[in-house]
């Protein structure tokens, strides 16, 4: 009895699957995101500003010490690197990275800057924003003065270091806009490229060496950057820079259960981002683009592309070509002479230009080719005329009607 069951089972499935009441499960296609375990994640195309993948982007979440990003932003335009910055006295959390630094403590702004932006130091952050503001009160005031000039609307501040505490959140599109904002500073990106550095000592000759916090960046040379930040609320988070196969990007998790799976979200990111890229063609080299009438010749000149242009765009980036090449052309003009200029930009942004060229030498036309193409101007002019007033005595409509 038991057996005949079975059997029954087993064909009734069969017979379900075969009519297709019941489905296999399907693989995931290539371009389906993959599976991630942070709270909100974003990935940017650099060049354009583009996000080309959001998971709960404008989600308000706590952002740990991807805070420091805020705060050397306004430190960058406030202090000069070799500016001397005495430490303040310095309420320090039980919990709260720091680099040892001692009230009185006299260090270089440069060296505060490592130590915010490569060990991630609450400590610096704290000294950097006294020294910017007189206070960190009026610091955090500053920063999100900044965050709403920026267009930062799911941002708010509460402290300079990103402990958590009420009212101190961002999202990964705002973090990704500050991100990318804050790479185009040489000196921003400097520091956040960096794999350690060490921080003097007050009551130690031997500096306190640390590496970045940025462990993702230390075992990939494609990531460039940013920052990273870690609290019980916020989870692990990272906002990372990279040219992973040749296309910039800027990966922002926030959220992840660990380092770990944090890094390993953004890997996936950055892959998955890539595969969404596009290749655009320009036409061939020899295209014509644009013509140009020649003096003394019935034959305009053509102008042709230089060389073929090809860029990899995200999705939905648009590219557009600005011509510029002259109406007439004026011999003598050699082959191959560049008469003019294509500019490509994507989005609206520059991206390469081309030269435009002649595609055949056009030589000065002497009193014997200036006399024929006078001759041949007069001849095709009466030839038109002739040819008019024949229509025109030819047309029904032409012949004289009295008026009564």
Request: proline share 7%; charged share 25%; hydrophobic share 45%.
């Given at each position: 009895?038991r057996?005949?069951?079975?059997?029954?089972?087993?064909t009734?499935?069969?017979a379900a699957?075969?009519?297709?009441?019941l489905r296999?499960?399907?693989?995931?296609?290539?371009?389906?995101?993959?599976?991630?375990?942070a709270?909100?994640?974003?990935?940017m195309?650099?060049?354009t500003?583009?996000?080309?993948?959001?998971?709960?982007?404008?989600?308000?979440?706590?952002?740990?010490s991807?805070?420091?990003?805020?705060?050397?932003?306004?430190?960058?335009?406030?202090?000069?690197?070799?500016?001397?910055?005495?430490?303040?006295p310095l309420d320090?959390?039980w919990?709260?990275?720091?680099?040892?630094?001692?009230?009185g403590?006299?260090l270089?702004a440069?060296k505060?800057?490592?130590?915010?932006?490569?060990?991630?130091?609450?400590?610096?952050?704290k000294?950097?924003?006294?020294?910017?503001?007189?206070?960190?009160?009026?610091?955090?005031?500053?920063m999100?003065?900044?965050?709403q000039?920026?267009?930062?609307?799911?941002?708010?501040?509460?402290?300079?270091?990103?402990l958590?505490?009420?009212g101190?959140?961002?999202?990964?599109?705002?973090?990704?806009?500050?991100a990318r904002?804050?790479?185009?500073?040489?000196e921003?990106?400097?520091y956040v490229?960096?794999?350690?550095?060490?921080?003097?000592?007050q009551d130690d000759?031997?500096?306190?060496?640390?590496?970045?916090?940025n462990?993702?960046m230390?075992?990939?040379?494609?990531?460039?950057?940013?920052?990273?930040?870690y609290?019980?609320?916020?989870?692990?988070?990272?906002?990372?820079?990279?040219?992973?196969?040749?296309?910039?990007?800027i990966?922002?998790v926030?959220?992840?259960p660990d380092?770990?799976?944090?890094?390993?979200?953004?890997?996936?990111?950055?892959k998955?981002?890539?595969?969404?890229?596009t290749m655009?063609?320009?036409?061939?080299?020899?295209?014509?683009m644009?013509?140009?009438?020649?003096?003394?010749?019935?034959?305009?000149l053509?102008?042709v592309l230089?060389?073929?242009?090809?860029?990899?765009?995200?999705?939905?980036a648009?590219?557009?070509s600005?011509v510029?090449?002259?109406?007439?052309?004026e011999p003598?003009?050699?082959?191959?002479?560049?008469?003019?200029?294509v500019?490509y930009?994507?989005d609206?942004?520059?991206?390469?230009?081309?030269?435009?060229?002649?595609?055949?030498?056009?030589?000065t036309a002497?009193?014997?080719?200036?006399?024929?193409?006078?001759?041949?101007?007069?001849?095709?002019?009466?030839?038109?005329?002739v040819?008019?007033?024949?229509?025109?005595a030819?047309d029904p409509?032409?012949?004289?009607?009295?008026?009564?």
């Amino acid at each position: 009895m038991r057996s005949l069951c079975v059997a029954l089972i087993v064909t009734f499935l069969l017979a379900a699957t075969l009519a297709g009441w019941l489905r296999p499960a399907v693989a995931l296609a290539k371009d389906d995101p993959p599976k991630i375990e942070a709270a909100a994640v974003a990935v940017m195309d650099v060049p354009t500003g583009r996000f080309i993948y959001a998971y709960r982007a404008d989600r308000r979440v706590p952002m740990a010490s991807t805070t420091k990003i805020m705060t050397a932003r306004l430190a960058l335009e406030s202090l000069d690197p070799q500016q001397d910055v005495v430490v303040p006295p310095l309420d320090m959390r039980w919990d709260e990275m720091d680099v040892n630094l001692s009230p009185g403590q006299v260090l270089p702004a440069e060296k505060l800057m490592e130590a915010l932006l490569v060990a991630s130091g609450g400590d610096a952050a704290k000294t950097l924003a006294v020294a910017v503001a007189g206070s960190e009160k009026a610091f955090v005031e500053q920063m999100n003065r900044e965050a709403q000039e920026l267009g930062l609307d799911d941002t708010h501040y509460a402290n300079s270091h990103g402990l958590d505490a009420a009212g101190h959140y961002t999202s990964a599109h705002d973090l990704s806009l500050l991100a990318r904002l804050e790479m185009e500073d040489p000196e921003f990106a400097r520091y956040v490229a960096m794999p350690s550095t060490t921080i003097p000592q007050q009551d130690d000759p031997k500096p306190l060496k640390v590496e970045s916090s940025n462990t993702l960046m230390l075992r990939n040379e494609w990531v460039d950057g940013v920052k990273t930040g870690y609290t019980n609320k916020a989870g692990s988070c990272l906002v990372a820079s990279g040219d992973y196969e040749k296309h910039d990007m800027i990966v922002t998790v926030l959220g992840a259960p660990d380092p770990e799976t944090r890094n390993q979200d953004v890997v996936k990111l950055f892959k998955y981002g890539a595969s969404l890229y596009t290749m655009w063609r320009s036409p061939e080299a020899g295209h014509v683009m644009a013509s140009a009438s020649v003096p003394y010749s019935r034959l305009p000149l053509d102008i042709v592309l230089a060389g073929r242009f090809s860029v990899s765009i995200p999705p939905g980036a648009e590219v557009s070509s600005d011509v510029t090449a002259p109406r007439v052309a004026e011999p003598p003009v050699a082959g191959d002479e560049e008469l003019g200029r294509v500019v490509y930009k994507v989005d609206g942004t520059v991206r390469d230009e081309r030269a435009l060229l002649a595609d055949r030498a056009v030589p000065t036309a002497d009193w014997r080719s200036r006399l024929r193409f006078r001759l041949a101007r007069v001849w095709q002019r009466s030839s038109e005329a002739v040819a008019a007033a024949i229509k025109r005595a030819v047309d029904p409509r032409a012949v004289f009607t009295p008026a009564f």
